[in-house]
């Protein structure tokens, strides 16, 4: 571990390489202005490595500069910050703040019926951790996070919503451990504990957005909005494939049909059909806009039974991380039911292997992908072998092809084929095994 000094030099170096970057293509300076773009700016593979860089070291700087009983109390307080946060979420505070206005504790304090001295302790406190400005005493305005609340309401709704689940169910993790010490349960995962009402049985994650459709709409809020971030841009799955290749898609567990949308402005021969459960389908049929009406069809299926659609692709995005490793087999043996010699698989998820563990933010977000997928419905992150295996061990039909890892991108696409008849030898290309392959063999 290197070194306040060595740190704070890479930081340096690296600021040099960003800050020429930026100058010479007019790029403005990171900014955490109401005004600032949410997204960060397009800039050169190497830029975007000194950018990580720099925010790896800074985080190990922090944490060198902090004795380490500060450190653990500054982590459990961070509960009362997005408690804090929360609570002025839950209050409306963020859409009652005009942009580019500020507004005074009092008048915002007489919208929101809270008292004027108890709303400005919270507002200063989420203005620290990151969330609302005061931009001079005694009146608050928009910073770049809370101008996401004027700005897309989509997003902010998501965001919401992401904040209060993610609350109660992190209190519940050791209960969950208490009813199945194996993690392998998904009725007894923390989020089903932490959302069980009196006297009912617990439920799992996905039958309670089926059943709430509130939940349900800001469920597909949430799923667009994260395919907005960089990381997770539809670019990657568009780039990930020569989808030329193929005439029909189904997109299982496809949500509102992002997926298919994406794909259906590229490649206009393309046509698909997106499963999903039946609340989910009701909500996405609404919602698809018109032009797409005549290339994409949405029907209920569940997950678990027999594949009834016979297509050339079947896309899989962020559908295998939520289901344990039994259940996740499953999914791929009623996929197989449908699937004709030749067809594809692509399984798009966050793989461990991918993760660059020089970089504290990119360790973090799937260390805690991992485990934000055990507390919602006991899944888990994989690496690849552990894919390849899984796929394999459900149905040896399915032959492993090759991993896309499109830069710039936290997932990876791993694309199988369905091969009918086995080959006896396994020379040429349709035969021929990849080591990864043999091993599972
Ligand atoms: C994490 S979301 C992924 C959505 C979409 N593929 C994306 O990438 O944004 C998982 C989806 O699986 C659906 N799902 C969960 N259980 C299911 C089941 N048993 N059968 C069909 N769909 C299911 C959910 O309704 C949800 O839309």
Redesign the pocket.
């Known amino acids: 571990m290197s070194g306040i000094k060595d740190l704070a030099e890479v930081i340096s170096e690296d600021a040099d390489i960003v800050i020429k970057e930026f100058e010479e293509k007019n790029i403005p300076d990171f900014s955490w202005s109401e005004d600032a773009p949410f997204a960060f700016p397009k800039v050169s593979p190497e830029c975007y490595e000194a950018i990580q860089r720099i925010s790896a070291a800074a985080v190990r700087i922090q944490r060198l500069a902090t004795p380490p009983v500060n450190f653990l109390h500054m982590l459990h307080d961070k509960c009362y910050e997005i408690g804090a946060i929360k609570a002025l979420m839950d209050l409306g505070v963020p859409y009652e703040i005009f942009l580019q206005n500020d507004i005074s504790y009092e008048d915002l304090a007489r919208i929101v019926r809270i008292d004027k001295d108890l709303l400005a302790r919270y507002v200063r406190l989420a203005a620290a951790a990151g969330f609302l400005f005061e931009p001079r005493p005694g009146f608050v305005s928009h910073n770049v996070t809370s101008a996401i609340f004027m700005k897309d309401r989509r997003t902010a709704h998501a965001l919401h919503w992401g904040f209060k689940e993610a609350l109660i169910t992190a209190s519940e993790i050791s209960e969950s451990f208490k009813m199945d010490p194996t993690g392998r349960n998904p009725y007894c995962s923390a989020w089903s504990i932490s959302h069980r009402e009196r006297g009912e049985a617990l439920e799992t994650y996905?039958q309670r957005?089926e059943r709430v459709p509130e939940d349900a709409k800001q469920?597909q809020s949430l799923?667009v909005a994260?395919?907005k971030l960089e990381q997770y841009s539809m670019e990657h799955v568009i780039s990930c494939f020569d989808w030329r290749l193929v005439n029909t898609v189904v997109?299982?567990?496809?949500?509102p049909g992002?997926?298919s949308m994406a794909l259906a402005d590229r490649f206009h021969h393309l046509k698909f059909v997106v499963?999903?459960?039946p609340q989910?389908v009701a909500l996405a049929r609404k919602s698809l806009p018109k032009r797409y009406k005549s290339r994409i069809t949405f029907e209920h299926?569940?997950?678990?039974k027999s594949q009834r659609v016979t297509a050339d692709a079947y896309f899989?995005?962020?559908?295998m991380h939520?289901w344990p490793d039994d259940l996740a087999r499953e999914i791929m043996r009623a996929a197989a039911k449908a699937m004709n010699h030749g067809a594809k698989i692509f399984i798009?998820e966050m793989l461990m292997d991918d993760v660059d563990w020089d970089c504290e933010s990119i360790e973090m977000e799937a260390r805690m992908t991992d485990i934000r997928m055990h507390a919602l419905h006991m899944g888990r992150v994989r690496s690849m072998d552990e894919y390849i295996a899984l796929v394999r061990t459900a149905d040896k039909r399915f032959r492993f092809e090759r991993k896309h890892c499109p830069p710039g991108s936290l997932l990876s696409v791993l694309e199988f084929t369905f091969i009918e008849f086995p080959p006896v030898d396994s020379a040429g290309t349709d035969g021929s095994l990849t080591p990864v392959q043999e091993d599972y063999d």
């Open positions: 996905w957005i469920y799923m994260t395919a997109d299982c567990g496809g949500c992002h997926v499963q999903d459960l989910a299926n569940d997950l678990f899989y995005r962020w559908i939520s798009n």
